[in-house]
Protein backbone atom coordinates (compact mmCIF):
# COMPACT_ATOMS: atom_id res chain seq x y z
CA UNK A 1 0.00 0.00 0.00
CA UNK A 2 1.03 3.71 0.27
CA UNK A 3 1.67 5.56 3.10
CA UNK A 4 2.90 9.38 3.71
CA UNK A 5 3.85 11.06 6.58
CA UNK A 6 4.99 14.85 6.84
CA UNK A 7 4.48 16.96 10.26
CA UNK A 8 0.94 18.71 10.72
CA UNK A 9 2.57 21.79 12.10
CA UNK A 10 5.13 23.76 11.79
CA UNK A 11 6.09 27.60 13.02
CA UNK A 12 9.28 29.73 12.02
CA UNK A 13 9.96 33.14 11.66
CA UNK A 14 9.77 36.16 8.53
CA UNK A 15 13.18 35.73 6.83
CA UNK A 16 14.13 32.51 8.47
CA UNK A 17 14.46 29.41 6.59
CA UNK A 18 11.78 26.34 7.19
CA UNK A 19 12.31 22.72 6.29
CA UNK A 20 9.29 20.73 5.74
CA UNK A 21 9.98 16.78 5.92
CA UNK A 22 8.13 14.13 4.05
CA UNK A 23 9.11 10.28 4.00
CA UNK A 24 6.79 7.76 2.06
CA UNK A 25 6.51 4.08 1.25
CA UNK A 26 5.07 3.15 -2.19
CA UNK A 27 5.21 0.03 -4.57
CA UNK A 28 5.23 1.81 -7.46
CA UNK A 29 7.06 5.25 -7.10
CA UNK A 30 6.71 7.38 -10.55
CA UNK A 31 7.15 11.15 -8.88
CA UNK A 32 7.33 13.12 -5.49
CA UNK A 33 5.06 16.66 -5.68
CA UNK A 34 4.89 19.12 -3.34
CA UNK A 35 1.28 21.65 -3.85
CA UNK A 36 1.16 24.64 -1.51
CA UNK A 37 -2.96 25.15 -0.12
CA UNK A 38 -3.81 28.35 1.71
CA UNK A 39 -6.61 28.22 3.75
CA UNK A 40 -10.17 27.82 1.79
CA UNK A 41 -8.24 27.90 -1.42
CA UNK A 42 -7.10 24.72 -3.70
CA UNK A 43 -3.38 23.65 -3.81
CA UNK A 44 -1.50 24.80 -6.41
CA UNK A 45 1.85 22.67 -7.54
CA UNK A 46 5.19 24.00 -6.19
CA UNK A 47 7.84 21.57 -7.48
CA UNK A 48 8.38 17.78 -8.73
CA UNK A 49 10.87 15.55 -8.31
CA UNK A 50 11.60 12.17 -9.70
CA UNK A 51 15.21 11.24 -9.55
CA UNK A 52 17.62 11.84 -6.69
CA UNK A 53 18.92 15.10 -5.58
CA UNK A 54 17.62 19.25 -5.10
CA UNK A 55 15.56 21.00 -7.19
CA UNK A 56 15.68 24.60 -7.13
CA UNK A 57 12.92 27.13 -7.77
CA UNK A 58 13.67 30.37 -6.72
CA UNK A 59 13.15 30.73 -2.02
CA UNK A 60 11.67 26.95 -2.74
CA UNK A 61 14.19 23.97 -3.43
CA UNK A 62 12.62 20.03 -2.96
CA UNK A 63 14.61 17.08 -2.50
CA UNK A 64 14.68 13.38 -3.11
CA UNK A 65 16.02 10.52 -1.81
CA UNK A 66 14.34 6.89 -3.29
CA UNK A 67 16.24 5.18 -1.83
CA UNK A 68 15.17 6.11 1.82
CA UNK A 69 11.93 6.89 0.78
CA UNK A 70 12.44 10.32 1.78
CA UNK A 71 12.06 14.17 0.46
CA UNK A 72 11.99 17.70 1.78
CA UNK A 73 10.63 21.46 0.73
CA UNK A 74 12.82 24.02 1.73
CA UNK A 75 11.85 28.01 1.89
CA UNK A 76 14.12 30.19 2.45
CA UNK A 77 13.95 33.78 3.28
CA UNK A 78 10.21 33.21 4.90
CA UNK A 79 7.14 35.63 4.05
CA UNK A 80 4.23 35.97 5.85
CA UNK A 81 2.35 34.77 3.07
CA UNK A 82 4.20 31.71 2.49
CA UNK A 83 1.76 30.48 5.91
CA UNK A 84 -0.07 27.61 4.43
CA UNK A 85 -0.21 24.07 3.80
CA UNK A 86 2.15 22.69 2.41
CA UNK A 87 1.43 19.06 0.76
CA UNK A 88 3.50 16.05 0.15
CA UNK A 89 2.32 13.40 -2.70
CA UNK A 90 3.64 10.91 -4.55
CA UNK A 91 2.50 9.62 -7.52
CA UNK A 92 2.55 5.47 -8.13
CA UNK A 93 2.32 3.74 -11.29
CA UNK A 94 0.11 0.86 -10.33
CA UNK A 95 -3.70 1.03 -10.58
CA UNK A 96 -3.17 3.77 -13.13
CA UNK A 97 -0.92 6.74 -11.71
CA UNK A 98 -2.65 7.33 -9.62
CA UNK A 99 -1.65 10.51 -7.26
CA UNK A 100 -1.62 9.73 -2.93
CA UNK A 101 -1.39 12.93 -0.71
CA UNK A 102 -0.08 13.49 2.37
CA UNK A 103 -2.10 15.00 5.18
CA UNK A 104 -0.13 18.30 4.86
CA UNK A 105 2.11 20.17 6.97
CA UNK A 106 0.42 23.79 8.05
CA UNK A 107 3.02 26.29 8.15
CA UNK A 108 2.76 29.30 10.45
CA UNK A 109 5.42 32.18 9.85
CA UNK A 110 5.28 34.69 12.31
CA UNK A 111 6.71 38.62 12.01
CA UNK B 1 -11.01 27.74 -20.48
CA UNK B 2 -8.42 29.02 -18.52
CA UNK B 3 -8.66 26.90 -15.63
CA UNK B 4 -10.81 24.40 -13.82
CA UNK B 5 -13.74 25.44 -13.13
CA UNK B 6 -16.54 23.20 -10.65
CA UNK B 7 -20.03 24.20 -9.90
CA UNK B 8 -21.88 24.50 -7.54
CA UNK B 9 -19.09 26.42 -5.81
CA UNK B 10 -21.40 25.86 -2.53
CA UNK B 11 -23.90 23.17 -1.79
CA UNK B 12 -26.40 22.44 1.17
CA UNK B 13 -28.37 18.83 1.03
CA UNK B 14 -30.58 17.17 3.67
CA UNK B 15 -29.21 13.96 4.51
CA UNK B 16 -30.36 11.48 2.32
CA UNK B 17 -30.72 13.31 -0.98
CA UNK B 18 -28.81 12.99 -3.95
CA UNK B 19 -26.35 15.32 -5.01
CA UNK B 20 -24.24 15.38 -8.14
CA UNK B 21 -21.05 17.76 -8.48
CA UNK B 22 -20.05 18.72 -11.99
CA UNK B 23 -16.04 19.30 -12.98
CA UNK B 24 -14.89 21.17 -16.07
CA UNK B 25 -11.07 20.02 -16.72
CA UNK B 26 -8.90 22.74 -18.59
CA UNK B 27 -9.27 21.96 -22.40
CA UNK B 28 -6.86 19.15 -23.95
CA UNK B 29 -6.70 17.61 -20.62
CA UNK B 30 -6.54 13.54 -20.65
CA UNK B 31 -6.58 13.04 -17.09
CA UNK B 32 -8.95 14.44 -14.82
CA UNK B 33 -8.94 13.40 -10.53
CA UNK B 34 -11.63 13.54 -7.86
CA UNK B 35 -10.77 14.21 -4.33
CA UNK B 36 -12.71 15.22 -1.38
CA UNK B 37 -10.80 17.13 1.67
CA UNK B 38 -12.67 17.18 4.95
CA UNK B 39 -11.83 19.84 7.35
CA UNK B 40 -7.95 20.36 8.29
CA UNK B 41 -7.36 17.10 6.75
CA UNK B 42 -5.39 15.86 3.67
CA UNK B 43 -6.96 15.02 0.37
CA UNK B 44 -8.53 11.88 -0.06
CA UNK B 45 -8.18 10.21 -3.61
CA UNK B 46 -11.79 8.94 -4.97
CA UNK B 47 -11.63 8.40 -8.40
CA UNK B 48 -9.31 8.76 -11.76
CA UNK B 49 -10.33 9.10 -15.12
CA UNK B 50 -7.88 8.95 -18.25
CA UNK B 51 -9.92 9.84 -21.02
CA UNK B 52 -13.68 8.55 -20.25
CA UNK B 53 -12.29 5.14 -18.66
CA UNK B 54 -11.82 5.36 -14.91
CA UNK B 55 -8.59 3.03 -14.20
CA UNK B 56 -8.51 3.61 -10.82
CA UNK B 57 -11.65 3.94 -8.68
CA UNK B 58 -10.21 1.89 -5.24
CA UNK B 59 -11.05 5.61 -3.65
CA UNK B 60 -14.68 5.73 -3.67
CA UNK B 61 -15.56 5.62 -0.14
CA UNK B 62 -18.76 3.89 -0.52
CA UNK B 63 -21.12 2.24 -3.55
CA UNK B 64 -22.99 5.27 -3.10
CA UNK B 65 -20.20 7.34 -4.69
CA UNK B 66 -19.81 7.09 -8.42
CA UNK B 67 -18.23 9.13 -10.90
CA UNK B 68 -19.18 9.22 -15.28
CA UNK B 69 -16.62 11.55 -17.63
CA UNK B 70 -18.06 12.39 -21.24
CA UNK B 71 -16.80 12.90 -24.51
CA UNK B 72 -13.05 13.26 -22.42
CA UNK B 73 -13.98 16.54 -21.10
CA UNK B 74 -17.03 17.54 -18.18
CA UNK B 75 -16.92 14.51 -15.34
CA UNK B 76 -19.78 14.35 -12.51
CA UNK B 77 -18.86 12.94 -9.22
CA UNK B 78 -23.24 11.84 -8.13
CA UNK B 79 -23.61 10.93 -4.15
CA UNK B 80 -26.42 9.13 -3.91
CA UNK B 81 -28.38 8.89 0.22
CA UNK B 82 -26.20 11.18 1.19
CA UNK B 83 -25.03 11.22 4.96
CA UNK B 84 -23.42 13.16 6.85
CA UNK B 85 -20.11 12.08 6.90
CA UNK B 86 -20.02 12.80 3.27
CA UNK B 87 -20.21 16.80 3.78
CA UNK B 88 -16.37 18.08 2.99
CA UNK B 89 -14.77 19.73 -0.03
CA UNK B 90 -14.87 18.01 -3.16
CA UNK B 91 -11.75 19.11 -5.45
CA UNK B 92 -11.67 18.45 -9.24
CA UNK B 93 -7.82 18.42 -10.66
CA UNK B 94 -7.08 18.02 -14.78
CA UNK B 95 -3.18 17.01 -16.13
CA UNK B 96 -2.46 17.26 -19.26
CA UNK B 97 -1.56 14.58 -21.56
CA UNK B 98 2.17 13.23 -22.21
CA UNK B 99 3.50 10.81 -24.73
CA UNK B 100 0.81 8.48 -26.25
CA UNK B 101 -1.93 10.05 -24.98
CA UNK B 102 -0.99 8.39 -21.14
CA UNK B 103 0.14 10.36 -18.02
CA UNK B 104 2.65 13.42 -18.89
CA UNK B 105 6.02 13.16 -17.17
CA UNK B 106 5.05 15.29 -14.09
CA UNK B 107 1.64 15.09 -14.44
CA UNK B 108 0.90 18.45 -12.74
CA UNK B 109 -2.21 18.27 -11.33
CA UNK B 110 -4.23 21.77 -11.60
CA UNK B 111 -7.01 21.93 -9.28
CA UNK B 112 -10.52 23.49 -9.62
CA UNK B 113 -11.68 25.96 -6.41
CA UNK B 114 -13.79 23.33 -5.39
CA UNK B 115 -17.35 22.79 -4.31
CA UNK B 116 -18.29 22.53 -0.18
CA UNK B 117 -20.85 19.89 0.44
CA UNK B 118 -22.67 20.38 3.76
CA UNK B 119 -24.99 17.46 4.52
CA UNK B 120 -27.37 18.58 7.16
Known amino acids: GQNIDQPTEMTATEGAIVQINCTYQ??????LFWYQQHAGEAPTFLSY????GLEEKGRFSSFLSRSKGYSYLLLKELQMKDSASYLC????????????FGAGTRLFVKA | GAGVSQSPSNKVTEKGKDVELRCDPI?????LYWYRQSLGQGLEFLIY????????KSGLPSDRFSAERTGGSVSTLTIQRTQQEDSAVYLC??????????????????FGPGTRLTVL
Open chain 2, 49 to 56: FQGNSAPD
Open chain 1, 89 to 100: AVRDRTGGFKTI
Open chain 1, 26 to 31: TSGFNG
Open chain 1, 49 to 52: NVLD
Open chain 2, 27 to 31: SGHTA
Open chain 2, 93 to 110: ASSSPGLAGGPSVTDTQY
